[in-house]
């Protein structure tokens, strides 16, 4: 048996690893066209602000892949032959399978801006971004970004490491409030502010403006719904307002996409001996209103374990378990396990801050069951609070047995008996 | 289709990063700099005081070396010593004071200094010349009045002119002190570091150089409390050799106690206080190695290699050494009680060549010679016969352990590239397994670093829970 995988991401990876545990005879190839050996997405910045180099990102020694028996090919796929089992590569060979995995990861969102794909505008997502950073920050002394969230932030900061001045612009009215809650997000704000970076709220883009070579030399922004709009001189622009599903490859060979690669709950696709998993995928998820669009490290994961276990056979069902998720805004620490920010019925939050030194806890809970936990500076663990909200534990159960949780280093003040007492006395009824 | 092929973008990409690799991107230069982490452009005015007192005393130092003008005076000394070490302390203050709390690796791989660049060579060639200079050729520290330029000090605190293990040991405790503020500045966000720092600071300031000083003013045996066999071999050497010496002709009384002291550290003391705490409670609070490590070694503890050909290595060397001090040390004791008929004139030659290749070369000239070029724990990972039995006892037996943070884990690699002794702790955290190595020295810096708060040291405590939550 054959299995090919297209991306050498996390959902790859963990696909060639769980079946070389499975089987140990078959044949595995992985592809792809972005880098020889798998690398850490997430650490893309720390190569681009000196923290590490290219080849620290690396999980896994290079010797590793042949002791794994796992064939690395490196070249574009450009195209499927779904009946004849093969894949046509850029530089025109071809590679067979007989099941084959697509890992093809996101692709960062553009929404059409005029002058979005001028020189000096990118995203960032890949090694090629990266490359594009080098060279479109040379002599840079301003930069723009496009769009708040956990990638806006990355970039700002990578960008201030090197001296260079950033503008952050978010149609949000407080960074990342889509997703994180009112104090949350205002921490989030102050902490961007701090650092020194120029953060405007409520604004959007409106043009990246040309120097009449091709290159952008400056952005066109305005407030929400105001028609006057302000010019801003920089010779990059990030654009970082979210990514989609890469699905390029899978629908331009006839295999059934929605907004990513359509899958079932065992990950396969509505085209025979073919499965998708990871970022680039979409879950059915019959008798639920939305499917399943998962674009987080640990669900790649999870997703890569779970195509391998159904390309060898396996039956069960993707199970997305207890949402879980952490960052890190430039100095600020972030941790959220279940349910915060979902707006459930019937949900109310207890609050702990500390405003002077940026730590902040919540618990969300429904009729006094615990959903949801969000930290901010503060470290918490995650299995047992994935076990609380798992087994539905009761507020004051939880608060009783908060010291269970702490994860900060030793010598930290812990704050759990301060954060106990205050959300005790206060009950679970405060509504926010 | 040539022009619209939708991957034409992906395909014009043809970049090696493995031979290439990213290189170093574009740094605005300070001048036309509006911020600079957190401080006003040009930097901070006490910066360059601190900057210039190092200058005035590495000049006087000078003059002092080549005229012999105020050698041996108090004037002398503050000047060419307490200058520099006054002046970098400053520095390092005022260089991170305004900057956020935080973690502080921009541009570690980009700056000579920090990635084996001219700096870092430089600094190595000069730390191994001293070294070298100072195991050897002595004479040469002494001739050049450089030894003398301490007397004022060495006169005050020990009761004689100073000899070359005077400057050694005066000038570690400098520079344990000096970059010890610059390690307390910038880990100044996180408590265990706070205090895991000023432990060493104090145990080298108090332990390593005050107490062994003022023992030998009062005419007592200069004895090092926190320095056991093996690492001291000479606390558990027979006859003249070592201690036992001091136990039983000169020291009298003082000598015996000090000895059961030392001997109740190596058989007692190390397993009970590692079975609780780890090998940290001495590798990365206590020992005077440790202690220079996590303070002057700071600067290079990213450049210890992480292959698996290394960690190879270390478990080759680190037990031969091991081994080799135990053999040591059982042929002299062999020896000594049967009268010198086992190894006779040889004796003498064991014990040297031990001192030279390990003692010397491998502790001093490479552990602390080669951090610039691969990281500050040279010694302590692949020599230390200390280390080598702490680590045994942490593997085997202790409670210590780093925990692992469930599934949020991105694989990054911060905690591997930071780890002093090379440890590839991500191969772990990923899987979501806890560290139990017998290298760690328990740091703290894999956890610090760490973007999502995936490691945690722990001794033991927890691990119940974990079972409690996790079963
Ligand atoms: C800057 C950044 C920071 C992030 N930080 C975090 C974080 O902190 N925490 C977190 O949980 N998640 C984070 N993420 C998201 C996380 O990295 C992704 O969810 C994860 O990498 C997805 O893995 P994947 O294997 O599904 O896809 P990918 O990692 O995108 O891998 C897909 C691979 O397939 C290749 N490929 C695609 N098409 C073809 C083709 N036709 N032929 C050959 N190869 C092809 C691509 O080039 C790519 O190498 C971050 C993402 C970015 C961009
Ligand atoms: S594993 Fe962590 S604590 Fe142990 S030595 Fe390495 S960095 Fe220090
Ligand atoms: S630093 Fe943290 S997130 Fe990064 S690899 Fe290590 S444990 Fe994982």
């Known amino acids: 048996m054959h299995i090919t995988i297209v991306g050498n991401g996390v959902t790859g990876v963990s696909a060639a690893l769980r079946l070389r545990e499975l089987q140990p005879d078959w044949k595995i190839t992985m592809i792809s066209g972005e880098s020889d050996y798998h690398y850490s997405r997430p650490a893309l910045m720390y190569i681009f602000m000196g923290h590490m180099r290219y080849k620290d990102t690396k999980p896994y020694e290079d010797s590793f892949w042949d002791e794994q028996r796992i064939d690395l090919v490196r070249g574009w796929v450009t195209e499927i032959d779904a009946e004849g089992h093969s894949l046509q590569m850029h530089d025109g060979g071809a590679i067979c399978y007989d099941r084959l995995l697509l890992a093809t990861g996101a692709e960062s969102n553009k929404f059409g801006w005029p002058g979005q794909d001028l020189v000096g505008v990118q995203g960032l997502y890949s090694l090629m971004d990266l490359k594009k950073l080098y060279a479109n920050v040379e002599g840079a002394s301003r930069g723009v970004i496009v769009g708040g969230g956990l990638i806006g932030i990355e970039l700002a900061e990578m960008l201030h490491s090197r001296g260079i001045e950033v503008t952050l612009l978010v149609r949000e009215s407080s960074y990342w409030d889509n997703v994180l809650p009112k104090e949350e997000s205002e921490l989030v704000t102050r902490q961007i502010r701090r650092a020194g970076m120029d953060l405007r709220l409520e604004s959007e883009l409106k043009e990246v403006l040309d120097d009449g070579h091709g290159r952008a030399c400056g952005v066109l922004a305005s407030k929400l719904g105001s028609a006057t709009s302000e010019r801003i001189d920089c010779s990059v622009v990030g654009l970082t307002a979210g990514v989609h599903p890469n699905t390029t490859l899978a629908s331009g060979n006839g295999i059934e996409c929605g907004r990513g690669i359509l899958v079932d709950r065992t990950l396969k696709t509505h085209s025979p001996d073919i499965w998708a998993a990871g970022d680039c995928a979409e879950i059915e998820n019959p008798g639920e209103e939305l499917n399943w669009i998962q674009q987080v490290w640990y669900t790649g994961k999870a997703q890569g374990k779970l195509a391998a276990e159904s390309m060898a056979g396996g039956t069960e069902a993707y199970d997305p378990g207890i949402w879980f998720n952490s960052a890190k805004f430039v100095d600020l620490e972030y941790q959220t396990y279940g349910q915060v920010g979902f707006r459930l019925p019937g949900e109310e939050h207890l609050l702990w801050q500390d405003e002077e030194s940026s730590r902040l806890f919540r618990i969300v809970h429904v009729a006094g069951v615990v959903v949801g936990f969000n930290a901010m500076g503060m470290r918490w663990r995650h299995r047992v609070c994935e076990r609380w909200i798992a087994e539905k534990w009761p507020v004051e159960r939880v608060l009783a047995d908060l010291k269970d949780a702490g994860f900060d280093p030793e010598f930290f003040t812990r704050f759990e008996s301060e954060i106990a007492s205050t959300m005790g006395r206060v009950g679970s009824g405060v509504r926010s | 289709m040539a022009t619209k092929h939708p991957f034409a973008e992906y395909i ?460």
Not at chain 2, 412 to 434: F, H, K, L, P, W
Request: charged letters at 15%; glycine letters at 12%.
């Open chain 2, 12 to 471: 014009e990409y043809e970049f090696k990063e493995e031979e290439a690799g990213f290189g170093v991107p574009y740094l605005v230069p300070d001048s036309q700099r509006t911020h600079k982490d957190g401080s006003a452009p040009g930097g901070d005015p006490i910066e360059r005081v601190g900057a210039g007192l190092v200058v005035i005393g590495v000049v006087a130092l000078l003059v002092q070396l080549v005229s012999g003008a105020m050698v041996g005076s108090w004037v002398g000394f503050s000047l060419s010593f307490g200058f520099p070490a006054l002046g970098a302390s400053l520095y390092f203050w005022a260089k991170y004071r305004h900057t956020a709390p935080g973690i502080k690796n921009d541009g570690l791989f980009f700056k000579g200094s920090t990635a084996r660049g001219t700096i870092g060579w430089m600094v190595g060639v000069g730390l191994t010349t001293f070294y070298c200079l100072l195991y050897w050729y002595p004479e040469v520290l002494r001739d050049s009045g450089l030894v003398a330029i301490t007397d004022p000090i060495a006169i005050a605190l020990t009761g004689r002119p100073g000899d070359h293990w005077f400057v050694y040991g005066l000038l570690y405790t400098l520079c344990v002190g000096v970059f010890g503020i610059r390690m307390l500045m910038r880990y100044r966000h996180n408590r265990y570091h706070i205090v895991r720092t000023i432990s060493v600071m104090f145990f080298q300031m108090a332990f390593g150089f005050l107490i062994p000083s003022l023992l030998k003013l009062i005419e007592e045996p200069e004895f090092y409390f926190t320095t056991f066999w093996p690492l001291n071999r000479y606390y558990l050497l027979p006859g003249e050799n070592g201690m036992a010496w001091t136990a039983t002709e000169a020291a009298g009384q003082v000598g015996v106690y000090m000895l059961l002291f030392a001997g109740a550290m190596t058989f007692l003391g190390t397993p009970i206080l590692t079975y609780f705490y780890g090998k940290r409670w001495y590798c990365s609070w206590v020992c005077g190695c440790g202690g220079l490590a996590e303070t002057l070694g700071d600067p290079y503890r990213h450049l210890s290699d992480k292959s698996t050909k290394a960690w190879k290595l270390e478990r080759f060397l680190i037990y031969f050494v091991l081994a080799f001090i135990i053999l040591v040390t059982a042929a002299l004791w062999i020896n000594h009680t049967r009268g010198g008929d086992v190894l006779g004139g040889y004796t003498y030659q064991v014990q040297k060549a031990y001192g030279f290749w390990i003692g010397s070369m491998f502790a001093g000239v490479a552990g602390v010679g080669f951090y610039p070029i691969f990281g500050s724990r040279v010694w302590c990972r692949f020599g230390c016969p200390q280390a080598a039995i702490l680590g045994i006892l942490q593997r085997v037996f202790s409670r210590f352990r780093i925990t692992t943070n469930g599934g949020q884990c991105i694989s990054c690699g911060n905690c591997s590239t930071y780890c002093e002794m090379g440890i590839d702790v991500r191969a772990y955290a990923q899987r979501g397994e806890n560290i139990v190595r017998a290298s760690c020295v328990g740091c703290g810096v894999c956890a610090a670093v760490c973007p999502r708060g995936v490691l945690k040291l722990e001794n033991g405590s927890s691990v119940l829970l974990e079972e409690r939550y996790t079963s």
